[in-house]
Nanobody
Framework: QARLVESGGGLVQAGGSLRLSCVGS???????MGWYRQGTGNQRDLVAT???????NDADSVKGRFIISRDNAKNTVYLQMNSLKPEDTDVYYC???????????WGQGTQVTVSS
């Protein structure tokens, strides 16, 4: 069964760093992988995405602080989060999109808590 498994969340003080990882299992080289966070609305908010060719898209709120990267050979996407702020506290979800199968996959979410 295809799935995404996240890891790396936790508690950190403001100004600190965390690195999230997401491994895709039985998902053939997703075209787009990315990170979203729950936010306060019904839809999850974009944090950053990256294509299989390495093109990235970052939310304005994280530009200059978060870096998304991926290892296609390992079917893994990373989110390096630096200079964390209390407002970054949220549940972070990994997402993968496969154009060939028209499937969208979500991970189970990992909690990130930034204390002031």
């Amino acid at each position: 069964q295809a799935r995404l498994v996240e890891s790396g969340g936790g508690l950190v003080q403001a100004g600190g760093s965390l690195r999230l990882s997401c491994v895709g299992s039985r998902i053939f080289t997703p075209n787009v992988m990315g990170w979203y966070r729950q936010g306060t609305g019904n839809q999850r908010d974009l944090v950053a995405t990256i294509t299989s060719s390495g093109r990235t898209n970052d939310a304005d709120s994280v530009k200059g602080r978060f870096i998304i990267s991926r290892d296609n050979a390992k079917n893994t996407v990373y989110l390096q989060m630096n200079s964390l702020k209390p407002e970054d506290t949220d549940v972070y979800y990994c997402k993968a999109i496969s154009f060939a199968s028209s499937n969208v996959y979500w991970g189970q979410g990992t909690q990130v808590t930034v204390s002031s």
